[in-house]
């Protein structure tokens, strides 16, 4: 459920709450965040037909749930914000590092924050994929093979999933069976009314092991007569074993 409550100074606090199995282990739906980017299928302009070399998506799950044994030490969100005319209008930028261990679970606490301007909105950001990375693809069900895409200057393979809070695609390397990049449509009940709100998270190999290494935000909120556009970008780093 995503609230907004005007405050006495005129500033808009905006938050998310997460609705049961909504929550987005990234999709499993540990949601308390959210994103930017639409985008239609058609035009990633993918051969549909799957060859024998393509992996199961059996297999690409198999590759990435190891990563669960990781976590990011450091946070970075930055957040700017504009207008309905997109005249910026100010920018936070939060680090965030863990700072203790329950159950297993880090807890983390604010290390620097720095404002620009007068961004005028307050929200608490975590996609948990800094926590469990490996579950980054849970929770849309089985995806099946699209076809091949472009990533940039490689030739990839691209499988979708739908279930009831959305749908993802995954842009996977042929060679190794890693997701590369994942784009996601969330279907949301907010105090505003139904909205779609879409995620775009990176992946990356590092120090031998396959984590998220940013996600990016582009949302535009309205109400009424009051329009904002956000632009978000949190990067994870740092990768740690859980203890």
């Excluded at 959210?34 to 985008?39: R, W, Y």
């Excluded at 969100?77 to 159950?103: P, R």
């Excluded at 279907?187 to 120090?207: H, Q």
């Amino acid at each position: 459920v995503v609230q907004a409550d005007p405050t006495a100074s005129g500033r808009l606090t905006f938050f998310v709450r997460p609705q049961p199995r909504l929550q987005m282990s990234m999709a499993r739906q540990h949601i308390k965040f959210l994103l930017a980017s639409h985008f239609l299928v058609g035009a990633y302009g993918y051969s549909k037909g799957a060859s024998p070399e393509v992996p199961r998506w059996e297999q690409v799950l198999e590759k990435v749930q190891g990563s669960n044994r990781l976590v990011a030490s450091k946070v970075i969100t930055h957040m700017s914000v504009y207008d309905g005319k997109d005249k910026f209008l100010g920018s936070t930028q939060t680090v965030e590092a863990i700072s203790d261990w329950s159950n297993h679970k880090a807890s983390r606490r604010i290390v620097s924050k720095n404002t620009e301007g007068t961004p005028g909105i307050t929200m608490k950001l975590s996609l948990d994929v800094e926590n469990n990375p490996g579950e980054a693809l849970d929770g849309f069900g089985p995806a099946t093979f699209k076809g091949y895409s472009q990533l940039g200057p490689s030739r990839v393979l691209l499988f979708e999933a739908v279930g009831k809070s959305g749908k993802m695609l995954v842009y996977v390397n042929p060679e190794t069976a890693l997701p590369l990049k994942a784009e996601y449509v969330f279907n949301l009940s907010t105090a505003f009314g139904p909205t779609v709100m879409n995620a775009t998270v990176l992946f990356a190999v590092v120090k031998g092991a396959w984590v998220p290494q940013s996600s990016t935000i582009d949302k535009v909120i309205k109400h009424l007569f009051w329009d904002r556009h956000l632009v978000i970008q949190i990067t994870y780093s740092e990768w740690t074993l859980k203890p």
